[in-house]
């Protein structure tokens, strides 16, 4: 560890899962390497039930915040408001940090220079090592290769406050990252990835959890608002199927349109056109996956409704946040 590192307040946002007791816990046998000044745990849940696991904190200096359930994005800031520290860095309730990532983030905070506003951490998502992993398992991993995921995401506390902190028009745990960063790169700040590394386990999920994330479009056309149409490279994020999605949806609809003008022929060809597109985005997830018969049906059904989900939010998004503006900074 750099003698001089810097020091630093943790921030975790939860709704109250078990996991956060892991979170806590690996979080407390790697602190005293290099301890935080205060760990600031923000209870978002709407209606509390029951205590939150804080005895697995140990000896951390903790602080409990509660914001009634108003989001993550709120959570965050609510939380950060409240550190003293140089730096305030940004963990998920569903990680646990290796046990040497204190030594790791002394060298990355000691290592950032003054134009330098975030440094990243590494996250590893465990995969099954007897089996292909599935959908949601690979989408999880995905996550390793993210740019400036809040799961462990270290901030000056400076460069917070500079660009008004994260955005709580972003109500869900999506993209409000993405928006922290490129507002603090517009700023004039340098983002950075460092060296420590934090673990992400694929947490239990039904066999529609990828039908309910496509609420996260409606976020995707609020960064379209607010960034612009390239903002995807921009935050080096990946462009989805929307487009495809997009005409798949088109055929569905064009379907019973020219079956009732009685254009019979060009019903069928369009009927087949959006099975074959469907039939397409069905195979793409279910080859590199199990292919259990539980893990096929899933994404049979899956990918049938996706597709005028994530078209339906993305208009809604659009719609919804048609005047939306981009916080602004403060010097």
Known sequence: MTAD?????????????????????????????HPPEAVVV??????????????AAGDLPLKTLSTGGRGPAAARNEGWRTVRSPWTVFLDDDVQVLPDWSLRLADDLAAADPATGGVQGRLRVPLPEDRR???????TAGLEQAA???ADMAYRTEALANVQGFDERFARAFREDAD????????????RRGQRTTRHPVRGADRWVSVRAQRGNADDALMTRLHGPHWWAH?????????????VTSLALA???????GRRRAARATAGLWALGTAEFALARIKPGPRTSHEITTMIATSVVIPPLA??????????????????STP
């Open 5 to 33: 590192a810097p020091a630093y307040s943790v921030v975790i946002p939860t709704i109250g899962r078990p996991c956060l007791a892991d979170c806590l816990r690996a979080l407390a046998e790697a602190a005293p390497h």
């Open 42 to 55: 923000v209870d978002d849940r709407p209606d509390p039930a029951g205590p939150l696991p804080l005895e």
């Open 133 to 139: 992993p599935t959908d949601w398992e690979r989408g």
């Open 148 to 150: 400036w995921a809040t």
């Open 180 to 191: 922290l960063a490129l507002r603090v790169r517009d700023a004039g700040w340098m983002l």
């Open 235 to 247: 935050a080096r994020a990946p462009r989805g199927r929307l487009p495809r999605h997009a005409l």
């Open 255 to 261: 379907t019973p349109a020219l079956a009732l003008a």
């Open 311 to 328: 078209v339906r939010h993305w208009v809604g998004g659009l719609i919804r946040h048609r005047r939306a503006t981009p916080l602004r």
